[in-house]
């Protein structure tokens, strides 16, 4: 079964300093990954995704991911940190044995971001 | 113009009682997606349709009925509400064929006394 994991609920950073929330992914064939963002009652909103190519993809908002293959990371990165980055970050996985129609995602990672 | 719509946003209600969220999509995509984000804000998905077609049903029980009258909308009613049904409910859609990236909705928050 596919499925991503985030070990960490929470992530403290500085306010300029260098952010990474971390994934790990467990996948058959090759995967279809995603970050997430969430604001405080607001959906999710799409970031980045690594579906083939560069392992350095870059999103939104100066965030990057770098997808590591033979360590099954995709951990989300970003080289100065803003209070405003503050959020539910979410990692996910397209589940491609279900025809790409279910996207399976992790608990989510806390981040703040002080000033 | 909102991409994804839900209505309501919040809904108050008591055991046993039906209620129904609505959703539209204006982004011309062929799949959507129900999702409960429970209290711990775990994300599970419990629906997709793609077409109007149901694809995936997550094992949700049968007290669950989304309909989709057409490709842009993707309504989910609810009987016999039962305290563990309170959630946010986010609706999603997204392009068949696509790489996939999901366009959620606000999301419902169903609180059920």
């Known amino acids: 079964a596919q499925s991503v994991a985030q070990p960490e609920d929470q992530v403290n950073v500085a306010e300029g300093n260098p952010l990474t929330v971390k994934c790990t992914y467990s996948?058959?064939?090759?995967?279809?990954l995603f970050w997430y963002v969430q604001y405080p009652n607001r959906g999710l909103q799409f970031l980045l995704k690594?579906?083939?190519?560069?392992?350095l993809v870059k999103g939104s908002y100066g965030f990057e991911a770098e997808f590591n293959k033979s360590q099954t990371s995709f951990h989300l990165k970003k080289p100065s940190a803003l209070v405003s980055d503050s959020a539910l970050y979410f990692c996910?996985?397209?589940?491609?044995?279900?025809?790409?129609?279910?996207?399976?995602f992790g608990a989510g990672t806390r981040l703040f971001v002080k000033a | 113009d909102t991409a994804v719509s839900q209505t309501p946003k919040y809904l108050v209600t008591q055991m046993g009682n039906d209620k129904s969220i609505k959703c539209e999509q204006n982004?011309?995509?062929?799949?959507m997606y129900w999702y409960k984000q429970d209290s711990k804000k775990f994300l599970k998905i419990m629906f997709s349709?793609?077409?109007?077609?149901?694809?995936i049903n997550e094992t949700v029980p049968n007290r669950f009925s989304p309909k989709s009258p057409d490709k842009a909308h993707l309504n989910l009613h609810i009987n016999s509400l039962e305290l563990g049904d309170s959630a946010v409910y986010f609706c999603?859609?997204?392009?068949?064929?696509?790489?996939?990236?999901?366009?959620f909705g606000e999301g419902s928050r169903l609180t059920v006394l």
């Open positions: 349709y793609n077409n109007k077609e149901l694809i």
């Open positions: 982004l011309g995509h062929d799949t």
């Open positions: 996910a996985v397209r589940d491609m044995y279900t025809g790409g129609f279910k996207t399976i």
């Open positions: 996948v058959s064939g090759n995967p279809y």
């Open positions: 999603a859609s997204s392009r068949q064929g696509d790489t996939g990236e999901l366009f």
């Open positions: 690594y579906i083939t190519g560069d392992n």
